[in-house]
T-cell receptor, first 113, second 110 residues
Framework: EAGVAQSPRYKIIEKRQSVAFWCNPISGHATLYWYQQILGQGPKLLIQFQNNGVVDDSQLPKDRFSAERLKGVDSTLKIQPAKLEDSAVYLC???????????FGSGTRLTVV | SQELEQSPQSLIVQEGKNLTINCTSS?????LYWYKQKYGEGLIFLMM???GGEEKSHEKITAKLDEKKQQSSLHITASQPSHAGIYLC??????????WGAGTKLIIKP
């Protein structure tokens, strides 16, 4: 079974620039998450999709972050404009839900300079 | 809201020694996950526990969920350099949400 694919693996941008991350979940997984993980901390949920609908985006900074899930499969997360404090690893995970586990992608490490 | 507390925050262990990491929940756990993370990378699934008193092992790593389902421990026997990394516990909350502990950073001294 293929895992969760994320790209790019690394990205360095200047503040105020825009950036986009891509995630391809495991086939058939209805639930997709985007997490932000700052060094030394646990993952922080940004947005959760169930199929192509948003379940929870309460912690997504909507003035600069946006996300969509195309046809309930792939998802993109965008930051525009980026701030220094956005430097983090952005993790995508998918799953069938509770009791069945979740699979994470390798993450995208973003550095804003 | 439910919270997960991990202890210790960091751990330095001599290679070959045993160690234990704990994860304590403020509410009853209905699904508890242990993941391992290498610096700056994604999370690798280790084990999932659901039933009170459940214990699972994989190679030299054993995870337990207590009878009250509010605490889990991860035990590594005869630690090796490959065990180094950040260990995270996660739990199912409402709305299919996962909540996370802050992680335990494990360093293995040769």
């Amino acid at each position: 079974e293929a895992g969760v694919a994320q790209s790019p693996r690394y990205k360095i941008i200047e503040k105020r620039q825009s950036v986009a991350f891509w995630c391809n979940p495991i086939s058939g997984h209805a639930t997709l998450y985007w997490y932000q993980q700052i060094l030394g901390q646990g993952p922080k949920l940004l947005i959760q999709f169930q199929n192509n609908g948003v379940v929870d985006d309460s912690q997504l900074p909507k003035d600069r972050f946006s996300a969509e899930r195309l046809k309930g499969v792939d998802s993109t997360l965008k930051i525009q404009p980026a701030k220094l404090e956005d430097s983090a690893v952005y993790l995508c995970a998918s799953g069938p839900g509770p009791n069945y586990g979740y699979t994470f992608g390798s993450g995208t490490r973003l550095t804003v300079v | 809201s439910q919270e997960l507390e991990q202890s210790p925050q960091s751990l330095i262990v001599q290679e070959g020694k045993n160690l234990t990491i704990n994860c304590t929940s403020s509410k009853t756990l209905y699904g508890l996950y242990w993941y391992k993370q290498k610096y700056g990378e994604g999370l690798i699934f280790l084990m999932m526990l659901q039933k009170g008193g459940e214990e699972k092992s994989h190679e030299k790593i054993t995870a337990k969920l207590d009878e009250k389902k509010q605490q889990s421990s991860l035990h590594i026997t005869a630690s090796q350099p490959s065990h180094a990394g950040i260990y995270l516990c996660g739990a199912d909350s409402s709305n299919y949400q996962l909540i996370w502990g802050a992680g335990t950073k494990l360093i293995i001294k040769p």
